[in-house]
């Protein structure tokens, strides 16, 4: 079985509408939809938006339905200079930006306890992403996710996300944590973001008017991800 998480319904609402065989459970307060997607069976669940929601929702799946993948999807704002509104970004890792005990010498990031900052995706789930999203013609990048409480809407926020982590490729609020979750579950996972703003001073303009054609992008992705499993 394979899990998928959006944040919001414009995420996962066309993906559920597509599933056949379908039933649905309610586990703390948020709906699961299971069925079957492109042959695949798979369980779908909107986390809500940030950090602590999606932790919840990620440990709640993998105790209740033990997926063998979970792929987190939805849209996010670009870090990179060379991602447009559209473009998808395809985890190599996550990391949660705002985790910060440097007051007592540790690096921005750590998770405490783990001593972890980079959660590594599935490398082989990430593959087969990129080749479904250039099979349907978009401008794909493979990249860190960074991952915190705050919706980037400033070129000074953006550059001290970046400043932290170079290489880091979007920022969004639930990947990082999902990851985490997943990682102490010993769960696979793999993320989809595709770009509605490129976090700056217009993104409060360009999201709400992106938002729906990139997350649909990444269910059109997810789609053909599915079908490739399948065939």
């Not at 306890?113 to 978009?138: M, Q, S, W, Y």
């Not at 290489?167 to 989809?192: K, Q, R, S």
Request: charged share 20%; net charge negative; hydrophobic share 45%.
């Amino acid at each position: 079985m394979i899990g998928i998480i959006g944040a919001m319904d414009v995420e996962v609402n066309s993906l559920c509408d597509r599933m056949t065989d379908k039933k649905t459970e309610v586990i703390s307060g948020m709906t699961f939809t299971l069925g079957t997607l492109c042959g695949v069976s798979c369980v779908i669940v909107k986390c809500g938006i940030g950090k602590v929601a999606a932790g919840v929702m990620t440990e709640a799946m993998i105790l209740r339905y033990a997926p063998s993948l979970i792929i987190n999807t939805g849209v996010g704002g670009a870090l990179a200079p060379d991602l447009s509104i559209g473009d998808i970004v395809i985890a190599d890792r996550a990391l949660q930006y705002d985790m910060d005990t440097s007051p007592i010498g540790d690096p921005v990031g750590l998770i405490s306890g783990i001593n972890k900052i980079f959660f590594d995706a599935d490398k082989d789930a990430a593959e087969r992403l990129v080749t479904a999203g250039e099979k349907l013609g978009f401008a794909v990048k493979r990249g860190t996710v960074a991952t915190g409480d705050k919706f980037v809407s400033g070129k000074s926020e953006k550059a001290k996300i970046t400043g932290l982590f170079p290489d880091a490729a979007v920022c969004e609020m639930e990947g990082g944590a999902i990851a985490h979750a997943a990682y102490l579950n010993g769960t696979p996972f793999a993320i989809v973001r595709a770009v509605s703003d490129v976090a700056d001073e217009s993104s409060h303009m360009d999201y709400p008017t992106f938002a729906k054609m990139a997350a649909q992008r990444g269910a059109e992705l997810l789609l053909t991800f599915l079908s490739g499993l399948s065939a």
